[in-house]
């Protein structure tokens, strides 16, 4: 950046030298240095920052800036085995299509009176997941799956007035961050643990850590390292059985295939719509949900918003709208149980379309469909000499971890060798589950070929 005071900036605002003396006129300053003050001596910068020389050309800046995106690798050059709660699936263009519409892509904060159809949108999806999840009542979708989990947890600890929730230690990693950041101060949070053998929760811990101060038990289904947790009743019976609610983290695209979480008691269901027609765009689109039952204690301990259909004033004429408005942050602030900010309604518009393009049979299919070819990886990764798949001794959906310890490979080699030939490896659990040793979680969904899996199997041979 230039150092000369009379350079103006093509892309900063009031950098030309007479607009910038004239501010500092109105605001009573001679130097904009005296607008630092405050800041100690000894903590303020000296000398020049190591910055490149300014493009002011804005063909430059483009060039500049288009050499540097095109240093990204993408999932349409690489073929991705990258799971671990942001999944490649298959976008239907349907679904770009909708939430490009400018009267989903730029509404925001709008009343049903100037801002017709986003409010019918919104409660088309939450009917929609509502009927995938069987459960009566979904919000418009939160950040994530962290916040979601978060808020359900927050939701449990005021509907019993307890100040613990117990987790499942086989809980995605960047989730537990984020519940621990969130709870706090206000909700313990204490791990259970699991079955080395199955993954599966280990019950008997549970039981003993169970007590009159505990909220919520929270358990996922698939788990965060992909099998399905088939003891889903009897946790939510000991949680019942001591007073504590039954939460449970689903992936909504297993439930074509895998009973949702309200069938073996869960009180509260929450997770990411990812899945449903949502890009991965480097990490994240992600929103959260939360569903539960018609009940006012639930209902109310809500802190996002709901929408209902309503009869109006005009005979035969119904309208959309909030439900119960005042329990928000929106309508008490302050006195909000906790604040709701911009949300990720666009996303739930999105995962509206793939639903209805979907419907029950095709969501079936899906989920055929991906446990086959997931099946079908961990076959053909097994019969690899020294990699034991999937690690545990359960029932795997999309994501299984591959044992590399019996390899000589460590995992940060095999998939930089991996990245080389155009493939993501799995994700590296050696430092969040250091338990398991060398180990990845791989991800099969319906995007992946047989020869994608085929083509991995080959590479992985070759360097093992």
């Known amino acids: ?34 607008l630092y003050d405050d800041i100690p001596d000894n903590l303020r ?57 400018s009267e989903f892509l730029t509404a925001y904060a709008g009343e049903p009176y100037e801002d017709h159809g986003r409010f019918q949108a919104l409660f088309e999806y939450e009917s929609l997941m509502a009927e995938l999840l069987d459960l009566d009542v979904v919000n418009v979708p939160t950040y994530d799956w962290c916040q979601a989990v978060s808020t359900s947890m927050r939701m449990a600890e005021r509907i019993t007035r307890r100040g613990e929730v117990l987790v499942v230690d086989t809980v995605a990693p960047d989730r537990l961050l984020a519940i621990r950041n969130y709870c706090k101060p206000t909700v313990k949070v204490a791990l259970v643990k699991h079955s080395p053998e199955t993954g599966l929760i280990d019950l008997d811990d549970l039981k003993k850590k169970m007590s009159g101060d505990i909220a919520g038990v929270y358990i996922e289904n698939p788990s965060f390292l992909g099998f399905i947790e088939t003891q889903g009743q009897e946790v939510a019976d000991i949680a019942h059985k001591n007073g504590a609610l039954s939460i449970v983290g689903v992936d909504p695209g297993t439930l074509g295939v895998i009973a949702p979480p309200s069938h073996y008691g869960a009180d509260i269901t929450c997770g990411d719509i990812q899945p449903l027609g949502i890009r991965m765009n480097y990490g994240g689109a ?16 809500y802190p996002s918003r709901l929408f209902g259909i309503s009869k109006t004033a005009v005979d035969g004429e119904w309208g959309f709208g909030d439900v ?20 990720t309604a666009l996303w739930g518009i999105t995962a509206a379309v793939y639903l209805s393009l979907m419907g029950p049979r095709g969501m079936k299919d899906l989920g055929k469909h991906i446990m086959q070819k997931s099946q079908y990886a961990i076959k053909k990764l097994s019969q690899i000499k020294g990699v034991k798949t999937p690690r545990f001794q359960s029932v795997h959906f999309k994501d299984f971890v591959v044992d590399f310890n019996d390899t000589p490979k460590p995992v940060s080699e095999i998939n930089r060798f991996l990245l080389d030939k155009g493939i993501f490896g799995g994700r590296d659990l050696s430092r969040d589950f250091p338990e398991l040793g060398q180990s990845a979680l791989y991800c099969v969904t319906e995007v992946h070929s047989q020869d994608d899996i085929d083509t991995l199997v080959e590479v992985l041979n070759e360097y093992l």
Request: charged letters at 30%; a negative charge.
């Open 45 to 101: 910068f000296k000398g020049e920052l190591n910055l490149p020389e300014a493009l002011p050309s804005e063909f430059s800046l483009k060039k500049h800036v288009e050499s540097i995106l095109s240093k990204n690798k993408t999932c349409q050059e690489y073929t991705s085995f990258l799971g671990g709660s942001c999944w490649p699936h298959y976008i239907p263009a349907i679904c770009d299509e909708i939430n490009q519409r």
């Open 286 to 301: 992600l929103a959260g949900f939360i569903a539960t039952r018609d009940e006012e204690k639930f209902v109310m301990e």
């Open 1 to 34: 950046m230039s150092n000369n005071k009379d350079y103006v900036h093509p892309y900063i605002p009031n950098s030309v030298p007479e607009v910038k003396a004239k501010m500092l006129e109105v605001i009573g300053v001679k130097d904009i240095e005296e």
């Open 324 to 343: 119960a408005y005042d329990r928000t942050s929106f309508g008490v602030r302050e006195k909000g149980k906790e604040f709701i900010g911009t949300g």
